[in-house]
Structures are given as structure tokens and as C-alpha cells.
């Protein structure tokens, strides 16, 4: 492994929540050095086949190399997975039995000069995941008023001297490059404090903004469970509090059958669970791994299956004329689409 590598998080934990099994379809919806999706091929074989996308070209090229051994089991697009569905129809790759998001960035990323996602090289202010996207962390930090700024780094960046940051990066630009930027930072707060950088937070405001991290990840986890057949496994490993946050209520949200709100008598919402969640408490690394993988220590698993919504299942039990216990009888795999058409066909009968 090069010093650059990325080592993969939790690969055991999202083996299991993924619940990968031989012949088995899964999307890699963050492929970053293709660490996860070799560990899912090999688990998924003999027969297993693996779609990974990445928003980084140098990404998809890395992990092109490094998946080469397994061939036609894989498929790389370069893309943004918040065009999931669009790009498992292109391919005609659904129903899948798992979709992992291992969100963030790379260590590949993180390390290379020339990307600006570290305050500890100096580089110009990018941070794009694609670098054919047009706004970058300079235009931001260059353009935005001193009031957007201060929103935009006490919102993502969860930073309190969001204001004191924002004046100094008025008082200061332009600013070109992650040097210019930490250092702007520090003179904002007064200096180092503590053992995490003071550009930390204001860094991480930048990046999620450029690359428009929470939008994306609100969508496509929507996306997601559209695409699973029955029982298949979403799994999401989240990096900070706000994407866990998403996360959490997304998941919990999808596994209600009823999310009117609690002052409303009656439900009038409609709405059905989806999503069944495996893992009630957030899986966090093992003390050893943090030890071993230092990037790894703010990682959280979730991890959800899909169900079929309850009157979907009961409409079809009632006109199959067969018992509720279809449902467990066969080998667990239905596609809820199917499903639906079925049901369709039988209505309009
Ligand atoms: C933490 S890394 C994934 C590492 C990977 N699991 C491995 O084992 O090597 C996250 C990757 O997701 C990609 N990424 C982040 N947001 C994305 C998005 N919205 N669409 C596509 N790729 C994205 C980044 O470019 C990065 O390569």
C-alpha cells in the first residue's frame, strides 16, 4: 500500500450490514480507491457483480486498477450518485441486494496536493470532487458577502466564531490557497487552540457547500431505497454530525408507517415504512481500528433493509388468494417494482 492509500472503514461491520451474499448486485455509490468494492466482489463471488461510482475521475481511474482481477464483475461510471436512479436504469443494474455510501472524501484526495481539501499543503482553493464542476471553494471565498460566509461556515461547519472568520476573510481576500486560508483562520480566532486546527471546521463549511454534500445525500438515499429489491441493505457511513443527522432522521423517517405530525388525530399522510433498521444503535469503529486508522475515528454505520409496505404485500396476498406467509416462503428476494406491476395487472382485471 502507497502512503497515499485510503484504507477503508469498518470493512467487516459493512460486509455484515450489506449482508453480502454470492451472486448478489450491489452499488458502490462512493468507490473512492475501491477498497469497500474489492471486500464486497470478493464476498459476493462466485456471481456477484458491483457498480461503483464516484464524482472524481482520478478516483474511477485509481479503482479501475485496483478492480482489474475481477473483470466483468464490475462496472465503473464517473458520475454524481445523486443521479443514482438515471444511472442503475442506463444500466439496467436493479433490483440490487445492497448500496453502500462511505461519504466524505479519500484519504487519496485528502493527500494529494492540488485538490485543496487539506490546510496542511499548500494548494489552490478547489476542494471539487468533479473537477468539471464550475464553483470552487476559491469562488466562494472570494464572492459570497461577508453575511453569506458567516451563514455558510456556521451552518456547515457547526463553527461559532463563524462570524469573526467571515470578517477576516472579507478583511483579507483574495485568498488563493489553502495556506492563505488556515492562516486567515487563525488570525480570526486568536491562534491555535486545542489539538484540532482552528481551519478545521471552516474547511469542512467550504467542501460540503462546493460539492453541495447535503442536498446530494437527502436525494439520493431516496434514490436508494427505490432501487433495492425486497430485503436488500442500504448501508451509510457518515463522517460528521450533520451528514449522520440526514441519515438518521432519513432512516427512521422510512420506517414509519405513518409521519403525520404528532398533533394530528387521525394519520392523513399516507405514508408507508419502507425501510426496516437493522442497527438500532449507530456502529461506530473499534478502539484497535481508530488505533490502526486514525481517519477512520469519526465514522458512523447505519444500516436499513428494505420491506415491502404493508399494504403493497396485503393487496397482493388478498388477490393471489394465498396466505400471508408468501412473503417469507420463497428465497427472500422480491422486486417491490414487480410487485406493484403485478398488482396493477391484477386491478385492472
Ligand atoms: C471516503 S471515500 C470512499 C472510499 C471507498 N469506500 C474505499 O474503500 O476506497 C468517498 C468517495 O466518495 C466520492 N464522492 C463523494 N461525494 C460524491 C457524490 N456526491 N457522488 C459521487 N461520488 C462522491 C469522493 O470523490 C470519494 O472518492
Same mark, same amino acid.
Given at each position: 500500500?502507497?502512503?497515499?492509500?485510503?484504507?477503508?472503514?469498518?470493512? @467487516?461491520?459493512?460486509?455484515? #450490514?450489506? &449482508?453480502? !451474499?454470492?451472486?448478489?448486485? +450491489?452499488? =458502490?455509490?462512493? /468507490?473512492?480507491?475501491?477498497?469497500?468494492?474489492?471486500?464486497?466482489?470478493?464476498?459476493?463471488?462466485?456471481?456477484?457483480?458491483?457498480?461503483?461510482?464516484?464524482? @472524481?475521475?482520478?478516483?474511477? #481511474?485509481? &479503482?479501475? !486498477?485496483?478492480?482489474?482481477? +475481477?473483470? =466483468?464483475?464490475? /462496472?465503473?461510471?464517473?458520475?454524481?450518485?445523486?443521479?443514482?436512479?438515471?444511472?442503475?436504469?442506463?444500466?439496467?443494474?436493479?433490483?440490487?441486494?445492497?448500496?453502500?455510501?462511505?461519504?466524505?472524501?479519500?484519504?487519496? !484526495?485528502?493527500?494529494?496536493?492540488?485538490?485543496?481539501?487539506?490546510?496542511?499543503?499548500?494548494?489552490?482553493?478547489?476542494?471539487?470532487?468533479?473537477?468539471?464542476?464550475?464553483?470552487?471553494?476559491?469562488?466562494?471565498?472570494?464572492?459570497?458577502?461577508?453575511?453569506?460566509?458567516?451563514?455558510?461556515?456556521?451552518?456547515?461547519?457547526?463553527?461559532?466564531?463563524?462570524?469573526?472568520?467571515?470578517?477576516?476573510?472579507?478583511?483579507?481576500?483574495?485568498?488563493?490557497?489553502?495556506?492563505?486560508?488556515?492562516?486567515?483562520?487563525?488570525?480570526?480566532?486568536?491562534?491555535?487552540?486545542?489539538?484540532?486546527?482552528?481551519?478545521?471546521?471552516?474547511?469542512?463549511?467550504?467542501?460540503?457547500?462546493?460539492?453541495?454534500?447535503?442536498?446530494?445525500?437527502?436525494?439520493?438515499?431516496?434514490?436508494?431505497?427505490?432501487?433495492?429489491?425486497?430485503?436488500?441493505?442500504?448501508?451509510?457511513?457518515?463522517?460528521?454530525?450533520?451528514?449522520?443527522?440526514?441519515?438518521?432522521?432519513?432512516?427512521?423517517?422510512?420506517?414509519?408507517?405513518?409521519?403525520?405530525?404528532?398533533?394530528?388525530?387521525?394519520?392523513?399522510?399516507?405514508?408507508?415504512?419502507?425501510?426496516?433498521?437493522?442497527?438500532?444503535?449507530?456502529?461506530?469503529?473499534?478502539?484497535?481500528?481508530?488505533?490502526?486508522?486514525?481517519?477512520?475515528?469519526?465514522?458512523?454505520?447505519?444500516?436499513?433493509?428494505?420491506?415491502?409496505?404493508?399494504?403493497?404485500?396485503?393487496?397482493?396476498?388478498?388477490?393471489?388468494?394465498?396466505?400471508?406467509?408468501?412473503?417469507?416462503?420463497?428465497?427472500?428476494?422480491?422486486?417491490?417494482?414487480?410487485?406493484?406491476?403485478?398488482?396493477?395487472?391484477?386491478?385492472?382485471?
Amino acid at each position: 500500500m502507497s502512503a497515499a492509500a485510503h484504507i477503508p472503514v469498518m470493512v @467487516d461491520e459493512t460486509i455484515k #450490514a450489506l &449482508a453480502v !451474499q454470492p451472486g448478489g448486485r +450491489y452499488v =458502490d455509490c462512493t /468507490l473512492g480507491g475501491g477498497g469497500h468494492a474489492a471486500v464486497i466482489l470478493e464476498h459476493s463471488s462466485p456471481g456477484g457483480q458491483l457498480l461503483g461510482i464516484d464524482a @472524481d475521475p482520478e478516483a474511477i #481511474a485509481t &479503482a479501475r !486498477q485496483s478492480l482489474e482481477p +475481477y473483470g =466483468d464483475s464490475v /462496472l465503473l461510471v464517473n458520475d454524481n450518485f445523486v443521479n443514482l436512479e438515471a444511472i442503475c436504469y442506463k444500466y439496467d443494474f436493479l433490483p440490487v441486494h445492497g448500496i453502500l455510501f462511505d461519504l466524505g472524501l479519500s484519504s487519496l !484526495q485528502l493527500d494529494e496536493s492540488g485538490r485543496g481539501f487539506s490546510f496542511q499543503q499548500r494548494a489552490p482553493l478547489d476542494m471539487r470532487f468533479d473537477p468539471s464542476q464550475k464553483v470552487s471553494a476559491a469562488d466562494i471565498v472570494n464572492t459570497y458577502s461577508e453575511a453569506e460566509l458567516a451563514n455558510l461556515i456556521y451552518t456547515y461547519g457547526e463553527e461559532s466564531a463563524s462570524r469573526q472568520i467571515a470578517r477576516r476573510i472579507v478583511q483579507e481576500r483574495p485568498i488563493k490557497t489553502t495556506l492563505e486560508l488556515a492562516q486567515t483562520v487563525e488570525r480570526a480566532v486568536g491562534g491555535r487552540r486545542g489539538r484540532i486546527h482552528p481551519a478545521t471546521k471552516t474547511f469542512q463549511a467550504l467542501r460540503i457547500a462546493v460539492n453541495h454534500e447535503l442536498e446530494t445525500l437527502e436525494s439520493a438515499l431516496k434514490q436508494a431505497v427505490n432501487l433495492l429489491g425486497y430485503e436488500g441493505r442500504l448501508v451509510v457511513i457518515s463522517y460528521h454530525s450533520l451528514e449522520d443527522r440526514i441519515v438518521k432522521q432519513f432512516m427512521q423517517q422510512e420506517a414509519r408507517d405513518c409521519i403525520c405530525p404528532p398533533s394530528v388525530p387521525t394519520c392523513v399522510c399516507g405514508h408507508k415504512a419502507s425501510l426496516r433498521i437493522i442497527n438500532k444503535r449507530v456502529i461506530v469503529p473499534s478502539p484497535e481500528e481508530v488505533t490502526r486508522n486514525p481517519r477512520s475515528r469519526s465514522a458512523k454505520l447505519r444500516a436499513a433493509e428494505r420491506i415491502m409496505p404493508q399494504d403493497e404485500h396485503y393487496n397482493l396476498v388478498e388477490q393471489l388468494g394465498s396466505s400471508p406467509e408468501v412473503k417469507t416462503r420463497g428465497n427472500g428476494w422480491r422486486r417491490p417494482s414487480l410487485l406493484r406491476m403485478l398488482r396493477s395487472v391484477f386491478n385492472a382485471a
